[in-house]
């Protein structure tokens, strides 16, 4: 438990991952929400030096904009979660890993998954820190 400024709050432990999406970065949808393609507007619980993009990693909730899908989902913000990424990184086992696409999987306001279907593979990391994502994984690598 670690006390800051009078609240208490929960130590989430988050391996160091290899930042490979930056805001503004246009990234794929891999739940069935009907949204296809988001842009990443805000990196949640990031504290970065001034001047500097903030990136997001696998693992982390970011804030997106949707700029293809259905009509009546465009331009309508959302929370997600980043499940796969490009670049690539390092396992605490010493092995690498890297995913053909970025992606992201749709939040509703209180932290569930708001799709019932994920298609493709679901990073370790994002699967360990979120439990929901990991409930409606078919492949968890």
């Keep these: 438990m670690v006390k800051r400024g009078g609240k208490s709050t929960v130590a989430v432990f988050k391996p160091r991952i290899s930042k490979g999406i930056p ?4 990234v794929d949808c891999a739940d069935n929400t009907g949204v296809q ?3 990443v507007i ?7 030096r001034r ?6 990693s696998v693992g982390d909730m970011v ?3 949707v700029t293809s899908g259905k009509t009546e989902l465009r331009k309508q913000l959302f929370n997600a979660v980043i ?3 490009r670049k690539p990184y390092r396992r605490p086992d010493g092995s690498w890993i890297c995913f053909e696409d970025n992606a992201f999987v749709v939040l509703t306001p209180e932290g569930d998954v708001k799709g ?3 298609y493709g593979p679901v990073a370790k990391e994002a699967a360990e820190r ?3 994502v990991a409930a409606l994984a078919s492949i968890i690598i």
């Design 51 to 56: 001047r500097r993009l903030p990136t997001a």
């Design 63 to 65: 804030k997106i904009v």
């Design 116 to 118: 019932t279907e994920i």
């Design 130 to 132: 979120w439990p929901k």
């Design 42 to 48: 805000a990196v949640f619980g990031l504290k970065t």
């Design 37 to 39: 393609k988001g842009k």
């Design 83 to 85: 499940i796969r990424q």
């Design 23 to 26: 805001t503004s970065a246009i």
